[in-house]
């Protein structure tokens, strides 16, 4: 996230960010004075969108959701631009390596001709200057190889660093597509692969279905056993959508509650019978208070399932699933309802 803000301008829009930090009972740290102050300024429309959600949902912007749009909207870009220098580093120091090797095999190969003439050369007698010259020359040629080599081994050294660096790179671009509390993809992550699949979907006219799924009453969850049970129903739901899923679909964390399933080569009747086995799963986990034996309430789920048609936007498909999922729990919850 970039600030172009002066002092002035940014100092007004801290005054802004603190009372609604206290309204609203957020934690002063860093990553929520990141967040509210991207709220304020409206640089990110989104992010202010995702943080009204919140609050209207939760009185409040949780832990979890928050920990997902700093993530999301703030360290995005420092990520997607490091990936950005790892790739030119390396190009550059493969190309270097590339043109190295190519002057040594230039020397290596002068060295040989002055070789061959000096043969030549010592068959008469009469030209011992030459000879000296020539000796002299390809000594000269012989410090140039070595330097070379070195030079060359520095390079690969510094080859191997940005190979170790493009690996640690890769493990914090793998860990920023992760849900934290959840360790399932996050809403990050669902974005770039509902894009990926869309387009394979496109050029293999293969089918593409969509589950976004709300555990219901999670609020009242939360309400009557606490915040740190409620994580526990969200880890546990993950779990679940991890199992079913892991060879067959892309299960994310949506935000809050909400949590989206992408299915790529299946249709909707095909989608609709994998909602169905997960809700039936669903209603039968048994899940204890922490720290205590202690069942809570049952636990139950409502989906919305849609197949991606033809040239549609990835917005309109998720408010396709969403309008059926809205439409599942205006017919009593607990019921998965495919989209028209």
């Given at each position: 996230m970039k600030y172009p803000e002066d002092a002035t301008q940014a100092a007004h829009y801290l005054r802004e960010a603190i009372p609604l930090m206290v309204k609203y009972n957020i934690q002063p740290n860093p990553r929520n004075f990141a967040l509210w102050y991207g709220y304020v300024s409206k640089s990110?429309?989104?992010?202010?969108?995702?943080?009204?959600?919140?609050?209207?949902?939760?009185?409040?912007?949780?832990?979890?959701?928050?920990?997902?749009?700093?993530?999301?909207?703030?360290?995005?870009?420092?990520?997607?631009?490091?990936?950005?220098?790892?790739e030119q580093i390396a190009d550059i120091v493969s190309s270097l390596s590339e043109k190295t090797g190519k002057t040594i095999n230039d020397e290596h190969n002068y060295e040989d001709l002055l070789n061959q003439n000096l043969s030549l050369l010592q068959q008469d007698t009469g030209k011992s200057n030459i000879e000296n010259v020539v000796h002299s020359l390809i000594e000269h040629t012989r410090q140039a190889t070595v330097i070379a080599e070195d030079f060359r081994g520095e390079i690969s050294k510094a080859h191997s660093e940005i190979e170790s660096l493009r690996r640690d790179l890769k493990e914090l671009s793998h860990e920023a597509s992760l849900?934290?509390?959840?360790?399932?993809?996050?809403?990050?992550?669902?974005?770039?692969?509902?894009?990926?699949?869309?387009?394979?979907?496109?050029?293999?006219?293969?089918?593409?279905s969509l589950i976004i799924t709300d555990i219901d009453h999670f609020k009242k969850c939360n309400d009557t056993y606490g915040h740190v049970t409620g994580d526990k129903v969200l880890q546990s739901f993950a779990k679940v959508l991890s199992g079913l899923f892991h060879e067959n679909g892309f299960p994310a964390r949506y935000g809050g509650e909400e949590f989206v399933i992408l299915?790529?080569?299946?249709?909707?009747?095909?989608?609709?019978?994998?909602?169905?086995q997960l809700r039936k799963t669903v209603e039968t986990m048994k899940i204890k208070k922490r720290g205590s034996d202690e069942q809570i309430d049952q636990i139950t789920t409502s989906l919305g399932v849609a197949q991606w048609q033809p040239l549609e936007t990835a917005s309109s498909i998720i408010s396709r699933a969403d309008s059926a999922l809205y439409q599942a729990k205006e017919n009593g919850r607990n019921k998965a309802l495919s989209a028209a």
């Open positions: 990110k429309p989104d992010l202010i969108k995702e943080l009204d959600n919140a609050i209207q949902k939760h009185d409040t912007c949780p832990p979890n959701i928050s920990a997902d749009l700093f993530r999301r909207y703030i360290i995005d870009e420092e990520v997607d631009f490091s990936n950005d220098i790892r849900d934290p509390l959840t360790q399932i993809h996050n809403r990050r992550a669902f974005d770039k692969e509902l894009q990926r699949l869309m387009s394979e979907a496109h050029t293999q006219q293969s089918p593409l299915l790529p080569n299946h249709n909707i009747e095909s989608a609709m019978k994998l909602a169905e």
